[in-house]
């Protein structure tokens, strides 16, 4: 399958700081990526997404990068609150539009 | 809001039953999605459905069946369960179309083959 990889397993920060967690993908054909955050015991929950013809696109504290020319992808928390602690884990799109891949994974800790 | 609802939360079955795990859709979205998902691995897809009656294999669709008769429900079958398909499944739907769209994921049914 594809990579979808996270540069680090467990992010600890401080409430109310910003938080940037990174994705990294291997198909320079992947033109659709997505976000997802999954509390303990629920299903993912979407969070943002963003298309290969951008490099940014901004939700409600949150902010995701498109580096296309390294293949990297990252999502920017601001303000950190507890209610963000999760697992956050990206998705690409390559070719098939029914199919996405998933990355294993980030688990945020958020430190009151 | 999108509202996608599995029909257990947990479940417990022995080696060799048959299991039905059920999941339903509210929003009219033409695609469902039946995942696994496991410590370390990530989300992998067993199979989908991109219309009635539809489906395509996904990455992992050994030991696994689906079924959709109707637009909004889309059931996944352990033809006949073994320990190696304990897990978290979870199912999702999304708009159709040659446009990949964001899925929306049930609660999960976390399955336990003893």
């Known amino acids: 399958g594809e990579s979808v990889g996270l540069h680090l397993p467990t992010l600890s920060v401080q409430e109310g700081d910003n938080s940037i967690i990174n994705c990294a993908y291997s198909?320079?054909?992947?033109?659709?990526f997505i976000w997802y955050k999954q509390e303990s015991g629920k299903g993912p929950q979407f969070i943002i997404d963003?298309?290969?013809?951008?490099d940014k696109r901004q939700g409600q504290r949150v902010t995701v990068l498109l580096n296309k020319t390294v293949k990297h992808l990252s999502l920017q928390i601001a303000a950190t609150q507890p209610g963000d602690s999760a697992v956050y884990f990206c998705a690409e799109n390559p070719y098939n539009f029914n199919k996405f891949y998933f990355g294993s994974g980030t688990k945020l800790n958020v430190k009151p | 809001d999108v509202k996608v609802t599995q029909s257990s939360r947990y479940l417990v079955k022995r080696t060799g039953e048959k299991v039905f795990l059920e999941c339903v859709q509210d929003?009219?979205?033409?695609?469902m999605f039946w995942y696994r998902q496991d410590p370390g691995l990530g989300l992998r897809l067993i199979y989908f459905s991109y219309d009635v009656k539809m489906k395509e294999k996904g990455d992992i669709p050994e030991g696994y069946s689906v079924s959709r008769e109707k637009k909004e429900r889309f059931s996944l079958i352990l033809e006949s369960a073994s320990t190696n398909q304990t897990s978290m499944y979870l199912c999702?739907?999304?708009?159709?179309?040659?446009?990949?769209?964001?899925?929306?994921f049930g609660p999960g049914t976390r399955l336990t083959v003893t």
């Open positions: 198909n320079s054909a992947s033109d659709y």
């Open positions: 999702a739907s999304s708009l159709g179309g040659r446009t990949a769209y964001e899925q929306y």
């Open positions: 929003m009219d979205h033409e695609n």
């Open positions: 963003i298309r290969s013809n951008m």
